[in-house]
């Protein structure tokens, strides 16, 4: 069905930026919320940001004023800028990509920000 492929993830000094990409493949429908949740050891999974097929953006506080997500529907691809990263914004970050009849998970990619 639908497959996400991310990339981007890395080492970072803190202030500094990074930007990960997810591309989804497959007909994904007209209508989808694609997005980025992150996982640190030991914690719950949490939401980060995500956009709607119209452009509309949903972010976590604690990110809100430093990410920027953005997607382009004709790639069906969906980016997320980090700026001004903190060292509590390492995490595992799974890119996602839903509708209310389904949803499909990305394999993850480690973001691990230095002080």
């Known amino acids: 069905q639908v497959r996400l492929e991310e990339s981007g993830g890395g080492l970072v000094q803190a202030g500094g930026s990074l930007t990960l990409s997810c591309s989804a493949s497959g007909s994904i429908g007209g209508s989808t919320i694609m997005g980025w949740w992150r996982q640190a050891p030991g914690k719950q999974r949490a939401l980060v940001a995500t956009v709607s097929s119209s452009g509309k953006t949903n972010y976590a506080d604690s990110v809100r004023g430093r990410f920027t997500i953005s997607r382009d529907n004709a790639k069906n691809t969906v980016w997320l800028q980090m700026n001004l990263l903190k060292p509590e914004d390492t995490a595992v970050y799974y890119c996602?990509?839903?509708?209310?009849?389904?949803?499909?998970w990305g394999q993850g990619t480690q973001v691990t920000v230095s002080s």
């Open positions: 996602y990509e839903g509708s209310p009849v389904r949803s499909s």
